[in-house]
C-alpha cells in the first residue's frame, strides 16, 4: 500500500525508520556508556589522590572527544552527500563499535600509568568522529523517507532511539553497580557494556547494510549525472549559499547540547557526587526518567506536524527559563521528588529534542542537508554538550552553589531563544531541493 505518489511503502518506511533507529541506538550506548561509568573510569584511568581533580581529568577526557566532532561532521557530511547517506551510516557504526569495544581492552592506570587515559583519549576521540556522523545522517535518512506531514514524527525516532540508547546503557550501569562490589566494579566490571559493543556493532551493521538511500538523494545523483557537471564540494556550497541558516541552527543546537548532556549523561555522577545519592539509586532515576523521556518525544514529533516547529521549540526555551532552577531544588529534596523532577526535565528537554532533529533537515537543500546539520549540530555540540559535565562540575568546585548547573542550562535556552527568531516555520512543507 502506498499512501501518495512519490511516497513509499509503509512496510518499506517502518522498514527504513527501524534500521537507521537501531543503529543510532547501539551507537548512542556505546557513546554513553563513559558518562554513566564516569566515577569509575576516573578510579581506573588516572593517578589516585585528589577524587575531584581525577573526575574533572575524566570530563575533561569526554570534553575533547568533541573536538574533533566538527572536522567529523565535515567529513561524514561531505561524503554523505556526495557519495549517499547509506554508505556513511554503514561506516559510522563499524568504527564507533571497533572504538568503544577497544575501551574495554585498555589497562589501568595501576597498569601502564599515563598510557591508560592516553589511550582512553585516542579511543574518545574516534568515538567522537564516528558520532559525528551518525545522528545527522539517521536524521536525513529518515526526513528523506518520510511524508511531508508525519516527517516530525518519524524523524523523531533518531533522538527516541539515541535516548533509547542511554536507556540501555544505564540499565547496564545500574545492573553492575547493584551486582558487583565496588572492587569487582572497577577491576574487571566496569569492561562489559564496552566489550558488548562488539556483538551490537555487528547487529547494527547487519541491518544497516539491507537499507537503501532515499529517492530524493537517488534524483539529485541522477540530475547530476545528466548535466554532466563536476560536483562542487558540498560544505562550501552550503556554507555559502545557507550561512545564515547554520549560524541560527549553531544557536538553536546550544540548548539540545548542554540539556542533552546535562540532564541524561551528566545526571548519575551529579546525583551521586553532588547530592549525596547511592551510585546505584542515582543511575536508577535517571532509567525512570529516561524511559518517560523516549515516551514524550514521539508525541512531542506529533504535535509539531500539527502546530509548527517554532512554537515547539520556543516553548521549550521558556519553560526551561521559568523552571529548570525549581526543578533542581526539587531534586535536592531525594526520593520521589527527585524522580518527579527528572522526569520534569526530560518532558522539557523533549519539547526540544523531539523536533530539533526535523527543524534541521529542513532548512537545508538535499544537496547539502547532510553537510549543513553536521556542520551545524556537531560544532555547538563541541562547544556546549562535549564541555557541559565538565564546566557543571567546575561550576560547582568554584562557587559552592549545588544549583550551578541550572544557572547554565537556563542560560543556554536563552541563546536557542534567540536564535530561532532567525528561522522559518518549515513544518508540512516538500523538503528543499536547492
Known amino acids: 500500500m502506498v499512501e501518495d505518489e512519490g511516497e513509499i511503502p509503509v512496510t518499506g518506511l517502518k522498514k527504513t525508520v527501524f534500521g537507521a533507529a537501531i543503529g543510532n541506538l547501539i551507537e548512542w550506548f556505546d557513546y554513553a556508556t563513559y558518562g554513566y561509568l564516569a566515577t569509575v573510569i576516573a578510579a581506573v584511568f588516572f593517578a589516585p589522590g585528589d577524587k575531584t581533580a581525577?573526575?574533572?581529568?575524566?570530563?575533561?577526557?569526554?570534553?575533547?572527544?568533541?573536538?574533533?566532532?566538527?572536522?567529523?561532521g565535515i567529513v561524514w557530511g561531505y561524503y554523505g552527500d556526495k557519495l549517499g547517506r547509506k554508505k556513511i551510516l554503514v561506516l559510522t557504526v563499524i568504527i564507533m563499535s571497533l572504538a568503544t569495544f577497544s575501551i574495554g581492552l585498555i589497562p589501568g592506570y595501576a597498569s601502564i600509568g599515563i598510557g591508560a587515559p592516553l589511550l582512553l583519549l585516542v579511543c574518545r576521540l574516534i568515538q567522537g568522529f564516528?558520532?559525528?556522523?551518525?545522528?545527522?545522517?539517521?536524521?536525513?535518512?529518515?526526513?528523506?523517507?518520510?511524508?511531508?506531514?508525519?516527517?516530525?514524527?518519524?524523524?523523531?525516532?533518531?533522538?527516541?532511539?539515541?535516548?533509547?540508547?542511554?536507556?540501555?546503557?544505564?540499565?547496564?550501569?545500574?545492573?553492575l553497580e547493584f551486582n558487583l562490589s565496588p572492587g569487582s566494579l572497577q577491576s574487571w566490571g566496569w569492561r562489559i557494556p564496552f566489550l558488548m559493543s562488539g556483538p551490537l556493532g555487528i547487529i547494527a551493521l547487519f541491518i544497516r547494510l539491507k537499507l537503501e538511500d532515499p529517492e530524493i538523494f537517488k534524483e539529485m545523483e541522477a540530475q547530476e549525472k545528466g548535466t554532466k557537471e563536476e560536483k562542487k564540494s558540498p560544505m562550501l556550497q552550503g556554507i555559502k549559499s545557507n550561512w545564515r541558516q547554520v549560524l541560527a541552527a549553531f544557536g538553536v543546537v546550544s540548548l539540545n547540547a548542554v540539556g542533552f548532556y546535562i540532564i541524561l549523561t551528566y545526571m548519575p555522577t551529579y546525583l551521586s557526587e553532588e547530592l549525596g545519592f547511592n551510585g546505584g539509586a542515582a543511575i536508577l532515576t535517571t532509567?525512570?526518567?529516561?524511559?518517560?523521556?523516549?515516551?514524550?518525544?514521539?508525541?512531542?514529533?506529533?504535535?509539531?506536524?500539527?502546530?509548527?516547529?517554532?512554537?515547539?521549540?520556543?516553548?521549550?526555551?521558556?519553560?526551561?527559563?521559568?523552571?529548570?532552577?525549581?526543578?533542581?531544588?526539587?531534586?535536592?529534596?531525594?526520593?520521589?521528588?527527585?524522580?518527579?523532577?527528572?522526569?520534569?526535565?526530560?518532558?522539557?528537554?523533549?519539547?526540544?529534542?523531539?523536533?530539533?532533529?526535523?527543524?534541521?533537515?529542513e532548512m537545508f537543500p538535499t544537496n547539502v542537508r547532510y553537510s549543513c546539520f553536521a556542520l551545524s549540530f556537531n560544532s555547538s555540540n563541541a562547544l556546549f554538550g562535549g564541555t557541559a559535565p565538565f564546566v557543571a562540575t567546575f561550576l560547582i568546585a568554584t562557587t559552592n552553589n549545588t544549583f550551578a548547573p541550572a544557572f547554565y542550562l537556563m542560560g543556554a535556552a536563552v541563546a536557542a531563544f534567540i536564535a530561532l527568531f532567525w528561522t522559518k516555520e518549515t513544518a508540512n512543507q516538500p523538503l528543499r531541493q536547492e
Not at 529518515?142 to 539515541?162: N, Y
Open 54 to 72: 581525577a573526575l574533572l581529568s575524566t570530563f575533561a577526557v569526554f570534553a575533547v572527544s568533541f573536538v574533533v566532532r566538527p572536522l567529523g
Open 130 to 175: 564516528s558520532a559525528s556522523g551518525e545522528y545527522a545522517g539517521a536524521a536525513a535518512f529518515i526526513a528523506e523517507h518520510a511524508p511531508d506531514k508525519k516527517r516530525g514524527l518519524l524523524v523523531s525516532m533518531v533522538p527516541a532511539s539515541t535516548a533509547a540508547g542511554l536507556v540501555l546503557g544505564a540499565i547496564v550501569a545500574s545492573l
Open 287 to 361: 532509567i525512570l526518567s529516561l524511559g518517560s523521556y523516549v515516551l514524550f518525544l514521539p508525541m512531542v514529533g506529533s504535535i509539531a506536524d500539527r502546530y509548527g516547529r517554532k512554537p515547539v521549540l520556543i516553548t521549550a526555551c521558556v519553560l526551561f527559563v521559568l523552571l529548570t532552577y525549581p526543578i533542581f531544588v526539587m531534586l535536592s529534596w531525594g526520593g520521589a521528588f527527585a524522580i518527579l523532577a527528572q522526569i520534569l526535565l526530560g518532558a522539557i528537554l523533549a519539547g526540544n529534542d523531539g523536533v530539533l532533529a526535523t527543524f534541521l533537515t
